[in-house]
């Protein structure tokens, strides 16, 4: 068919192909100037114990685009990841986020750590541990307030010289998260091989824990597990009173959500500590 119709056509189809692959190649172009000037932003998002003491804030990326408004990673990570950015979008945030914890507030006494998600520097790269403990070393903050988030998959079957360089880390008191658990393909059974200390159950298990039994089960189980393993559990996406009760009936240790705290920009979440806990709703 398109043969039929000469050689020097373009179908609509194939056409609307090429404007966004434009659109894609021009979007990737402006997201590596953006990194290499300082041109993304990161929000941080509090998770808090059961009596709303902020433990530790998440850094969570955005891009303030030029005419896109701030987008989200949902919106811009892919692209990242199809230009192979991914691992110096990680060393930009780890880096940031690190400095901008250096400048929290300490109205408990207890300062706040700081978790950053990591899924292009990971553990097994050669340079990990240089990369970790450069941000760290650069901050002046202490390795014990430092928290590594990595999907399950990054985290399974791994050879015996990527679990040293973790433990080279973990021997200075950083602490490894499993994000999103629950949506990997590793059964219960191997949480006992994950090589992390926390464990953040996924907010699809969560929003149902109200109401839907099997979501329930499952949260309850992944928490029993956890704590019989001697991890600690965080859950993500706790957006009710009913969703925080029912996960602290069952013994979840931390928790992030719109409940609490919506990811809020630098500033913002610096005036949030300085206020103290945050509220947690009464039971009953
Ligand atoms: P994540 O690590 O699981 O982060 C939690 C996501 O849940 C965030 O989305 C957060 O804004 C959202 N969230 C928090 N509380 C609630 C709630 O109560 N309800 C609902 N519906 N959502 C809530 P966000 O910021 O859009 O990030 C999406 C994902 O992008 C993150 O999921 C993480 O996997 C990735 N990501 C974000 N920042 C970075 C980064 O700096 N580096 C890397 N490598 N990945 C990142
Ligand atoms: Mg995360
Ligand atoms: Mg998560
Ligand atoms: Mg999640």
Request: aromatic share 6%; with cysteine; charged share 25%.
């Amino acid at each position: 068919e398109a043969k039929r119709r000469g050689a020097g056509r373009v179908s609509l189809a194939s056409a609307a192909l090429i404007a966004s692959a434009d659109r894609q190649v021009h979007l990737e172009g402006q997201l590596r100037e953006a990194l290499a000037k300082d041109g993304l932003t990161l929000h941080f998002q509090p998770v808090v114990g059961v009596d709303g003491t902020v433990q530790t804030a998440e850094a969570l990326v955005r891009w303030p685009h030029p005419d896109r408004g701030l987008l989200a990673p949902d919106a811009f990570l892919p692209v990242a990841e199809q230009g192979d950015m991914m691992r110096e979008l990680d060393r930009w945030v780890l880096r940031t986020a690190l400095r901008e914890a250096s400048t929290w507030p300490v109205p408990n006494g207890k300062p706040v750590a700081v978790a950053v998600n990591l899924s292009g520097l990971v553990p097994g790269d050669p340079d990990f541990v240089d990369a970790v403990s450069n941000a760290v070393a650069e901050s002046g903050i202490a390795w014990d307030r430092v928290v590594l988030e990595l999907v399950e998959t990054a985290l399974v079957d791994l050879p015996c010289k990527t679990m040293q360089q973790m433990d080279i880390l973990v021997e200075k008191g950083v602490r490894f998260a499993v994000d999103d658990f629950g949506t990997g393909y590793s059964s219960l059974a191997r949480l006992k091989d994950l090589p992390a200390q926390i464990i953040k159950v996924d907010r699809r298990f969560v929003s149902g824990v109200g109401n839907d039994p099997s979501d329930f089960a499952v949260a309850r189980a992944v928490v029993d597990m956890a704590r019989a393993m001697g991890r600690s559990c965080v859950a993500e996406g706790v957006e009710t009173a009913t969703q925080f009760h029912v996960l602290h009936g069952v013994g979840v240790d931390a928790y992030q959500g719109w409940l609490f705290s919506r990811p809020v920009p630098p500033r913002e979440f610096r005036a949030v500590l300085a206020l103290g806990p945050l509220h947690v709703p009464r039971a009953g």
